[in-house]
């Protein structure tokens, strides 16, 4: 006898005697084998060929300088080089939330969407509302070694920034007798309170907070690739052509250390991928056979 084949009806794209919702089980099954089978294969290709460690490899590829002798460079620019200190300002601006913390980049940002009460016959749309909104940027900013420092002379909108929620969120204050009848009137960040509107066509029924927090913090260690320029007020990092300027967060030794720890997990994590996958299209392939037989009776 020939190999069975699953004989589908003409009428639908389904085979014989099995049911779509059954048919589409056997689908979700076969794409789900080929998904978990394709990440497990990208994960241990990846760690094998240490994709993780690209950063750190092409840092390496780039001539090194203390901040020592870049400071003291004298003669032609240099066009490249990679430099590791913390970055500091002489007043670097705080967080309106936390005094305490000082930064070289923060930003703040709060806004509410509103709905009015659903039930009301003058209810209208929903409402976007800014509550909040600071972000400030340290300048004049110096990369340091704890001793010395060197200006950074490019756009500082290229220091990167890191989400931080910081100690405080927003909390939604209601007004009411009961929760079932309580209805929200503001928002309380920090040591301020920011009223909702009312003027949505009724009652406020429901807010929803949007919050972005994000802060580069004062002393941060970072790596710069930059070029070396030497001027008559001493010698400063601009911003090299091509496209080259790099600021990372982090030691150089932390960023390589960062990338054999993800291309440990990447080999960890294919393992049990490619074991789900094994198992999840043996399943299919039981249940396919399974249909042929029912298909072909």
């Known amino acids: 006898m020939g190999k069975k084949r699953m004989r589908y009806q ?19 099954r076969n794409f789900s084998s080929l998904g978990l089978g394709f990440v497990a294969v990208a994960m ?3 760690s094998i060929f240490g994709l993780s460690l690209q950063t750190s490899q092409n840092l ?7 901040i020592e002798k870049a400071i003291a460079h004298e003669g032609d620019p240099i066009d490249l080089i990679r430099l590791e200190g913390y970055l500091l300002a002489d007043r670097p601006p705080t967080m309106p939330d936390n005094k305490s913390q000082t930064v070289i980049r923060g930003k703040v940002k709060l806004s509410a969407r509103t709905v009015s009460n659903s039930g009301s016959e003058d209810a209208g749309p929903p409402q976007q509302q800014a509550l909040f909104e600071w972000e400030e940027n340290a300048d004049p900013v110096f990369l340091s070694d704890g001793e010395r420092r060197i200006p950074l002379n490019f756009d500082l909108a290229i220091l990167p920034m890191e989400s931080d929620s910081g100690d405080l969120s927003p909390r939604i204050i209601r007004e009411g007798e009961s929760a079932r009848t309580s209805r929200p009137v503001a928002i309380e960040y920090g040591d301020q309170i920011y009223a909702l509107p009312l003027d949505t066509g009724g009652q406020i029924d429901s807010v929803f907070t949007d919050f972005e927090r994000q802060i580069l913090p004062h002393g941060q260690a970072v790596v710069v690739v930059a070029g070396l320029e030497a001027t008559p007020q001493g010698n400063q990092l601009i911003d090299p052509l091509g496209d080259r300027l790099q600021v990372l967060i982090g030691t150089e030794a932390g960023i390589q250390q960062k990338g054999q720890q993800l291309r440990v997990w990447f080999f960890i994590l294919a393992i049990p991928l490619g ?19 029912r298909s072909n009776q």
């Open 275 to 293: 074991i789900a996958s094994f198992i999840v299209g043996r399943s299919a392939n039981q249940l396919r056979r399974e249909f042929i037989e």
């Open 44 to 46: 241990a290709l990846s």
């Open 10 to 28: 003409w009428y639908q794209d389904v085979p014989r005697h099995v049911s779509r919702q059954d048919y589409q089980r056997l689908q979700l």
């Open 60 to 66: 390496e590829q780039i001539d090194g300088m203390s």
